[in-house]
């Protein structure tokens, strides 16, 4: 007697073999494959990507190492040669809010140091920062934001660290009246503070219409544009 096949049934066939021939996702979070071919080059397939409406298409770094590679490959995730395993998630793109920084797993450890908690940025529901502790006998050099260390957009971070006592030091800011003809113009000037309390020369100013490499980099942490050396 021969076999009987319900629409349901050829249905499901049919979709465990198309399963069966994806070696990418045919979906990842907010986007869906576009199409999949073997680079032999490479022993891995492609998958191509795009974004439903509204999210923002991120290449894996693998194939963003320059302009014109992120471009040619616009959309590439390496799924691998086992239909039975999941690509690793670092070499597939992303489909995000636009405008959400890149993700930055916060480090366990920092240098004499350790993480004590992650904080979550509510707005794009990840880890973007994280409290910290030094190990016994070290003193913590400071981030402008305290014990806390963060994601900068681009997925690097910025991190607190720790200092044995006799090579410990942390970054005092004063603010002083400006040259400037301008209202209310002033300066923030900086100098370093030592374990023992002693203190270096001022060697930092910020304001509102001078600019200097090295004073610079203050200056913007702390919300000013520009920054001029002063002795």
Request: hydrophobic share 30%.
């Given at each position: 007697m021969g076999m009987t096949f319900t629409t349901e049934s050829i249905v499901e066939m049919k979709k465990q073999d198309c399963e069966k021939q994806n070696y990418c996702p045919t979906l990842i979070e907010n986007g869906y494959l576009m199409r999949e071919w073997e680079w032999e080059e490479h022993d891995t397939y492609i998958g191509e990507y795009r974004c439903y409406p509204g999210f923002e298409l991120r290449n894996p770094k693998i194939f963003s190492t320059s302009k014109q590679d992120y471009e040619e490959k616009y959309g590439w995730g390496a799924c691998g040669e086992d239909r039975d395993r999941n690509p690793d998630p670092e070499n597939m793109p992303r489909c995000v809010q636009p405008g959400s920084p890149e993700p930055c797993n916060m480090p366990e450890k920092i240098l004499n140091g350790y993480k004590v908690e992650e904080i979550k940025n509510e707005l794009y529901?990840?880890?973007?920062?994280?409290?910290?502790?030094?190990?016994?006998?070290?003193?913590?050099?400071?981030?402008?934001?305290?014990?806390?260390?963060?994601?900068?957009?681009?997925?690097?971070?910025?991190?607190?660290?720790?200092?044995?006592?006799?090579?410990?030091?942390?970054?005092?800011?004063?603010?002083?009246?400006?040259?400037?003809k301008m209202e209310n113009a002033g300066r923030v000037r900086a100098r370093h503070v030592y374990a023992d309390g002693s203190t270096g020369n001022w060697y930092a100013g910020c304001d509102d219409h001078f600019n200097g490499p090295a004073a610079g980099a203050i200056c913007r942490s702390l919300g000013f544009r520009h920054g001029k050396q002063i002795t």
């Open positions: 529901d990840m880890v973007d920062q994280a409290s910290y502790k030094c190990n016994s006998g070290y003193m913590m050099v400071k981030t402008w934001k305290g014990d806390i260390g963060w994601c900068r957009h681009d997925g690097t971070f910025e991190l607190p660290y720790c200092m044995a006592p006799k090579e410990y030091y942390t970054i005092e800011f004063e603010l002083v009246p400006g040259f400037s």
